[in-house]
C-alpha cells in the first residue's frame, strides 16, 4: 500500500530553466554596471552559451568571448546562486499537489546548494504544500542523490516505510537509483524542455514514466 508520493525538485515541480534565466538575468546586470554591455544581451548570450555548448563552464565562456577577466568568475558564481528567483509551480504540479493532499503524505528531496535550494522552496511556497521537505546539503555532500539517506529522512519525516513510497524525479542517476537505492517505487518525469529529458536510462530504468503530474493518480492508483 502506496502512502506517500516523494518528489524532487529541478525540473519536477517546477521548470528549472526558470530559476536558470533569472540567475542569468543577475549576473547580466552586473556585467552591465561594470561596463561589459547590455544586461538583456548579456543574458541572452549566457542562454544560448547554456542551450547549445551545456551547463558547465557558462562564465568561464562567456569570459572568453567577451574578455572580462576571470577573476571575476567567483563572485558572478556566488551572484548567480544568492539570487532570489522569480520561479512558480508548473501547473500540473499545482493540480497533482492539490488532489494528492490529504490522501498521501507528501515530500520532497532535493539536490543542491542547501541555500540556493531554500531559496528556491522558498519562491515556490513549497512549506505550505508538502507536509516534509529534505536538502540533502543538510547531510553533506556525499549524501547528495542517490545516497539514500536523504531519503530515509523524509520517510522519517513523514512516518513511513520506503516501500510505502512513490518518488518521482527527473534524473536517471540521481532519482531514479536514488530512489531505487531507498527500497522506494521510482517514477521517472520527462518534462518538455526538462535537462535530463533525452538521458537513457538503460542501467537505471524507473518503474514508471510520465510527461506530466497529471498522469500520477492512474499510477497511484496501479499501485494500491
Not at 129 to 140: E, F, M, N, P, S
Request: charged share 30%.
Amino acid at each position: 500500500m502506496i502512502r506517500a508520493v516523494l518528489f524532487d525538485l529541478d525540473d519536477t515541480l517546477y521548470c528549472e530553466s526558470d530559476f536558470v534565466r533569472t540567475g542569468f538575468g543577475a549576473v547580466a546586470r552586473a556585467l552591465d554596471g561594470r561596463g561589459v554591455g547590455r544586461a538583456p544581451e548579456l543574458s541572452a548570450m549566457l542562454e544560448s552559451i547554456h542551450l547549445g555548448e551545456g551547463r558547465e563552464r557558462v562564465f568561464d565562456k562567456l569570459a572568453a568571448r567577451l574578455g572580462f577577466p576571470p577573476e571575476w568568475i567567483p563572485e558572478l558564481i556566488a551572484r548567480y546562486r544568492a539570487h532570489r528567483p522569480d520561479i512558480a509551480l508548473a501547473a500540473d504540479a499545482v493540480q497533482a499537489l492539490a488532489r494528492l493532499r490529504g490522501r498521501y503524505r507528501l515530500g520532497c528531496v532535493t539536490d543542491g546548494w542547501a541555500a540556493v535550494q531554500r531559496r528556491k522552496l522558498e519562491a515556490l511556497r513549497l512549506e505550505t504544500r508538502l507536509d516534509a521537505i529534505v536538502v540533502a546539503d543538510d547531510h553533506g555532500r556525499r549524501h547528495w542523490k542517490p545516497c539514500p539517506l536523504p531519503f530515509f529522512r523524509c520517510c522519517t519525516r513523514l512516518g513511513v516505510s520506503p516501500g510505502e513510497c512513490v518518488y518521482v524525479g527527473d534524473d536517471p542517476e540521481r532519482d531514479v537509483r536514488g530512489a531505487r537505492n531507498a527500497g522506494m517505487v521510482s517514477v521517472r518525469i520527462r518534462r518538455a524542455g526538462g535537462y535530463f529529458r533525452h538521458c537513457t536510462a538503460d542501467e537505471d530504468p524507473s518503474d514508471f514514466e510520465l510527461a506530466s503530474l497529471t498522469e500520477l493518480d492512474s499510477i497511484l492508483r496501479d499501485l494500491n
